[in-house]
């Protein structure tokens, strides 16, 4: 089982709809967690990071986080064809050192 | 302000080579993350430093890498005797201090073994 898990997608909605991107971990002493987007041939930018339960929004962005479930989600509302990228969940831990565990992305593409 | 650079951007080299990457992070930022990303695949985590504590090199993938960060600043990722699966982008990021702050990704060095 991989630490951090992501659907692969590619997720494909239409413009103006909400993308749902999802995330589970492994690590139950985890305790930060982010969102980065990352275009084609570019290096990952933050879009998100939430450090408790519960919703945390930013715009058209709303990161989730359950840790009970362990479990974090990003909502893309009145998605854009700009928004079309991989989504990366990162976990940090520190058990047994600090370490930023990455997934492997979601492909995003939203249609015009 | 300027942001994380790496150099060089694209490195070729012969298997059995050494290679050496840099990184110069964001001016301030006491906290530095080497990370690889191959073909299509997630961020694998390298090493981290943080201020002037011992790095944390779990995520070395052997001993054939090294890294080390002078006056908490620069870094430097050495792969000695290159190998062909050690093909992938090497990306460098900095925080400003702990591991709860965004982290700020270079451009990456593309690394090509042939």
């Known amino acids: 089982q991989k630490e951090v898990e992501q659907n692969s997608g590619p997720l494909s909605v239409p413009e103006g709809a909400i993308a749902s991107l999802n995330c589970t971990y492994s690590?139950?002493?985890?305790?930060?967690f982010f969102w980065y987007r990352q275009y084609s041939g570019k290096s990952p930018e933050l879009i998100m990071s939430i450090y408790s339960n519960g919703d945390k929004e930013d715009g058209r962005f709303t990161a989730q986080l359950n840790k009970a479930s362990q479990y974090v989600s990003l909502l893309i509302r009145d998605s854009q064809p700009s928004d079309s990228a991989t989504y990366l969940c990162a976990v940090n831990r520190n058990t047994g050192g600090f370490k930023t565990i990455f997934g492997a992305g979601t492909r995003l593409f939203v249609k015009a | 302000g300027a942001g994380v650079s790496q150099s060089p951007s694209n490195k070729v080299t012969e298997k059995g080579k050494d290679v050496e990457l840099r990184c110069d992070p964001i001016?301030?930022?006491?906290?530095l993350y080497w990370y690889r990303q191959s073909l299509g695949q997630g961020l694998e985590f390298l090493i981290y430093f943080q201020g002037n504590s011992a790095p944390d090199k779990s995520g070395l993938p052997s001993d054939r890498f090294s890294a080390e960060r002078t006056g908490g600043s620069v870094s430097t990722l050495t792969i000695q005797r290159t190998q062909q699966e050690d093909s992938a982008v090497y990306l460098c990021a900095s925080s400003f201090s702990s591991a709860t702050d965004t982290q700020y990704f270079g451009p990456g060095t593309r690394l090509t073994v042939l």
């Open positions: 001016s301030g930022h006491t906290a």
């Open positions: 690590d139950r002493g985890s305790q930060s």
